[in-house]
């Protein structure tokens, strides 16, 4: 386990507190960064269905899953044997056979079939069939309690804090990996592999691990495209430019960071931009502290590049920290106009200004945490445009 039993009690109690104000008596979990966070559990096996049940009256939660991920459970959560349930092979993507009709099964063990249940209707792993299915097996359908996990988790532990910056010397190290490997006549691929096998080894005696997300590292004209990789056929050459959103990864805490890449004499419209962009995040870091508001941030940032006239119309940022694919977002907190939540100290944001053009595209962004008088750059990488 990676943290105390304490820890994770606490962790309990604030989701059931939140159960409470909801009007929910049970609560079906299948989000893996939610099931992880709350138990422990760490396998890939969120290709089927999984996922962890809370109740107000049970003293811990109870896992389900497929039968051969029951001993992942038991070697990777604090769960006891009794509130670790697998089920059997033939419910596997069975058409005729779903593995929702297990779950009613186990609430119906535990006199739990005609509380009041929700679950996560807006995720990934919760599809339309599991929704029906489980209204077919209790007469009537979860409330949607999407998100209510992923809220109480927005303000990090100590333990959490210290993980998601041992994760930036992991990303810090991914990003001069990358950036070293960018070199007129490499193929791209062979950068991208370089990148993974930094991502995973970590750095020093601090070890890495899988990312959320692959490496986007796209060149040229695929930098107009916020999420598109590398070209696997393509050698660099000089002229180039290439944005680099990449990520250190330590016990699933995710530190991002973005950066941009240029092979020669970058053109004037890149510079410019970059201008831009790093005017804005000097001004937001400044401004960041407790008690302002997501879209006062980002309210900030229009003012502070108003005068250069870019324009970044998707959100400013979102919080961070333990994630699973296909995501390293906690899905809460977005720093756009309208997100009234209030900044509290020890909360966790990826700071992504990326600026996509319709013939480049420019990134420099920086994970921060928010401290009691301010906030704290969770990297100290060189930002601007980075030449080789």
């Known amino acids: ?43 890939w096996s969120f290709y089927v269905h999984q996922g962890v049940i809370v109740a107000l009256d049970l003293p811990e939660p109870i896992w389900w899953g497929r039968g051969m991920d029951g001993n992942g459970a038991k070697l990777t959560t604090y769960l006891s044997p009794d509130s670790i349930r697998p089920y059997a092979d033939d419910y596997v993507q069975n058409p ?21 249940l929700g679950a996560e209707w807006d995720n990934y792993w919760f599809t339309g069939k599991c929704l029906n299915s489980l209204a077919s097996e209790l007469g009537e359908k979860p409330i949607d309690a999407t998100g209510l996990v992923n809220w109480c988790r927005l303000i990090k532990s100590p333990t959490e804090i210290s993980y998601l910056k041992l994760a ?11 950036v070293g490997a960018i070199r007129p006549g490499l193929k791209e691929r062979a950068a991208a592999a370089a990148v993974y096998h930094a991502c995973v080894m970590g ?30 056929q393509r050698d660099y050459a000089q ?24 092979l020669g004499d970058p053109p004037q419209k890149l ?70 939540t209030v900044l509290q100290p020890n909360m966790t944001f990826h700071l992504m200004p990326g600026i996509w053009e319709d013939d480049l595209g420019f990134e420099s962004s ?12 969770l990297t100290s990488y ?3 445009i980075l030449i080789p």
């Open 366 to 377: 920086e994970p921060f945490l928010v401290t009691e008088t301010g906030c704290e750059p």
């Open 1 to 43: 386990m990676e943290f105390t039993l304490e820890e994770y009690a606490q962790r309990l109690t604030k989701v059931k507190e939140a159960m409470g104000k909801k009007g929910l008596d049970t609560l079906l979990i299948s989000d893996p960064s939610n099931m992880h966070w709350l138990t422990g559990y760490d396998g």
């Open 239 to 262: 002229g180039d430019l290439v944005l680099l959103e990449l990520c250190g990864v330590h016990k699933r805490y995710h530190c991002p960071l973005s950066r941009t890449v240029f």
């Open 168 to 178: 930036s010397k992991v990303c810090q190290n991914v990003m001069d990996t990358a």
């Open 382 to 384: 060189k930002r601007g």
């Open 96 to 116: 005729q056979k779903h593995p929702m009709g297990f779950v009613a099964g186990i609430l119906r063990d535990h006199g739990l079939e005609k509380k009041k």
């Open 203 to 232: 750095v020093g005696d601090v070890p890495g691990d899988h990312p959320a997300i692959f490496p986007i590292m796209p060149s040229n004209e695929r930098t107009t495209c916020a999420h598109l990789g590398w070209a696997p």
């Open 271 to 340: 510079k410019h931009i970059s201008e831009a962009v790093l005017e804005g995040v000097a001004r937001v870091l400044e401004f960041i502290k407790p008690g302002v508001t997501a879209e006062a941030v980002e309210e900030k940032w229009r003012e502070a590049i108003k005068s250069y006239g870019v324009v970044k119309p998707s959100r400013l940022g979102y919080s961070i920290g333990a994630s699973y694919v296909p995501d390293w977002g906690e899905r809460t907190v977005s720093l756009r106009p309208g997100d009234k």
